[in-house]
């Protein structure tokens, strides 16, 4: 074997080393729970959307009785509780760029009491306007580099499956490679719109949900950052996504 | 064999084999797995699901075809499919690997360490090297992973050391002029 040889192999070596018997004990734990538990031949996949199914039928009933309730005025005075009901701040552990980090979120609010998100503060903060929230990075980007943002806008008179194809084109115009309307469930359940406008680390990336607002409209999140992001500021928007809940 | 010990142990449904199995593959599946992903969570699902379908495959396993490269070719398309999967929040292109590759030669990258200059490289030349020099795969293993033919392996090979050596001379002339 040459030296080059011996330095290739070395060198992988060395840097696929990192972590391997936490990977190994971590993916061991998963294939026990998936092969031998005592629910045999039912994947985990299947129970997750067992339990996925179980939590929408507990929000749906939930939703029902709050809006049984909003209806009287002891109702109305619940609506303004209702984020209440959530812990002000807490503590997180989020898979970043393949590492776990611990990080503290706190409770936002969104405009008129109609959304609670936990923001990470330390990295984003979040103004409310007139027509709708923007979470922006407070950190700015590097020159030359976009802005970070995830705007979260209500369209009370517009259902989802309609407004997505009204999004699609507009976001066509900017992003021809946009990828054609996913259906998701994660983050958030709903239609996913996600595009990039080139292949650069500067590459302008579009990730946009439009959700039911759980009545007759729509929120649409749109996601804003660069291809070099995508790790990591689109993998926090994703983990704080996942905290999105409309409480109006 | 322990390898056909093992397979008969495990289409029997012998957990502790499966154990002794995993501990035996686990390691150098999840150093390809990182070496081809280069990420830590895509790594761990690759490997995951490599077990997972060699556990419920294995009844289909055709003895014909060696088991590491049976194993591999496995390994190989999981991290492929979660790269595709992933493919808009990573830097990768995913060709399919019996395409002819772009004869461009990438712009050199700055940086002196050799790992990136590897993973700098075109898939259909990244792929075989990483088989080769982490887990040893001869050109005729390589090629029944990757479902391609040996000699076309064999020219990957070459043309992969060849634009890593040259990256790497470019590499350190600029560092030596510096």
Redesign the interface.
């Known amino acids: 074997m040459s030296n080059?040889?011996k330095?290739?192999?070395e060198?992988?070596?060395?840097?696929?080393?990192?972590?391997?018997q936490k990977?190994?004990g971590?993916?061991?734990n998963?294939?026990e729970q998936?092969?031998?538990t005592n629910n045999k031949g039912e994947s985990n996949k299947l129970k997750k959307r067992k339990k996925g199914k179980a939590i929408v039928w507990l929000i749906a009933s939930a939703a029902l009785l709050l809006m049984l309730s909003l209806q009287s005025e002891t109702g109305q005075a619940l609506k303004s509780e209702i984020k209440d009901l959530f812990i002000p701040e807490k503590e997180v552990i989020q898979?970043i760029?393949?590492?776990d980090e611990k990080i503290e979120v706190q409770l936002n609010e969104g405009s008129d009491s109609e959304y609670v998100i936990y923001v990470d503060e330390e990295r984003y903060k979040l103004t409310k306007g007139e027509e709708s929230d923007m979470i922006s990075s407070i950190i700015p980007p590097p020159e030359n580099f976009p802005a970070v943002t995830m705007e979260i806008k209500q369209v009370v008179d517009e259902k989802p499956e309609n407004l997505v194809k009204k999004i699609e084109a507009e976001l066509k115009k900017e992003y021809p490679e946009l990828?054609a309307i996913e259906e998701v469930t994660e983050p958030v359940t709903g239609y996913l719109l996600?595009g990039?406008d080139g292949?650069e680390?500067e590459s302008n990336?579009v990730h946009t949900y439009v959700i039911s607002n759980g009545k007759e409209g729509s929120f649409v999140i749109m996601q804003k950052y660069f291809?070099l992001a995508?790790?990591g500021h689109?993998a926090r928007f994703h983990r704080m996504l996942e905290t999105f809940e409309i409480v109006k | 064999m322990f390898q056909s010990k093992w397979i008969k142990q495990i289409q029997a449904g012998d957990?502790e084999a499966?154990?002794q199995f995993?501990g035996a593959y686990?390691?150098y599946a999840?150093?390809?797995a990182?070496?081809i992903t280069q990420?830590?969570?895509m790594?761990?699902d690759a490997?995951?699901e490599t077990?997972?379908r060699v556990?419920r495959n294995i009844g289909k396993y055709n003895p014909t075809l060696p088991f590491n490269s049976w194993f591999y070719r496995i390994l190989t398309n999981e991290c492929l499919r979660i790269l595709k999967k992933n493919s808009?929040?990573?830097?990768f292109?995913h060709p399919n690997l019996e395409n002819e590759p772009s004869n461009e030669d990438k712009p050199i990258p700055q940086s002196s360490d050799?790992?990136e200059e590897?993973q700098e490289l075109d898939d259909a030349f990244r792929i075989p090297?990483?088989l080769k020099?982490?887990k040893g795969f001869s050109e005729k293993e390589i090629a029944e992973i990757l479902e391609m033919n040996q000699n076309t392996v064999k020219s990957r090979l070459f043309q992969g050391?060849k634009r890593?050596?040259n990256q790497l001379d470019s590499t350190e002339k600029e560092d030596e002029t510096l």
Do not use: C
């Not at chain 2, 808009?88 to 830097?91: A, L």
């Open positions: 080059f040889d330095r290739v192999k060198e992988l070596h060395v840097r696929t080393e990192k972590h391997i990977m190994k971590e993916i061991w998963e294939l998936e092969l031998f898979n760029e393949g590492n990828r996600h990039a292949h680390p990336i291809l995508a790790e689109g | 957990q499966f154990r995993y686990s390691e999840i150093r390809t990182s070496a990420n830590r969570e790594a761990k490997v995951q077990f997972i556990y808009m929040y990573s830097k292109e050799l790992y590897i090297l990483i020099y982490l050391r890593l050596k």
